[in-house]
């Protein structure tokens, strides 16, 4: 079992940054890919970007490439999403996930939720 806490969600302007993280329970974090997906009002779950394991593969949503950076500290048990030059478009609610496995941009293949945090850009 795996219990995810995402906090670094607020308010900023458009072209700021925010760093979003998530801690994880559970002595086999390491074990664990994970993802960050988002939802807007009114729309489905999308993926943001993914981790394995490793920290060796990061695919990341064309939306995003460039702009985004999904890194994790398996000593601290967290994921992180670096959001820079952040577009009005980015306003959702931001989960994290996490699956046995390799990382994926699929949302049922992940097993694990965290309970999201907010994230607005204004313009």
């Known amino acids: 079992q795996v219990q995810l806490v995402e906090s670094g969600g607020g308010l900023v302007q458009a072209g700021g940054s925010l760093r979003l993280s998530c801690a994880a329970s559970?002595?086999?974090?390491?074990?664990?890919?994970m993802g960050w997906f988002r939802q807007a009002p009114g729309k489905e779950r999308e993926f943001v970007a993914a981790i394995s394991w490793s920290g060796s593969s990061t695919p990341t949503a064309d939306s995003v490439k460039g702009r985004f950076t999904i890194s994790r500290d398996n000593f601290k048990n967290t994921v992180y999403l670096q959001m820079n030059s952040l577009k009005p478009e980015d306003t959702a609610v931001y989960y994290c996930?996490?699956?046995?496995?390799?990382?994926?941009?699929?949302?049922?293949?992940?097993?694990?939720w965290g309970q999201g945090t907010q994230v607005t850009v204004s313009s």
């Open positions: 996930a996490a699956r046995r496995g390799g990382s994926s941009g699929l949302v049922f293949e992940y097993d694990y």
């Open positions: 559970g002595r086999t974090f390491s074990r664990y890919a």
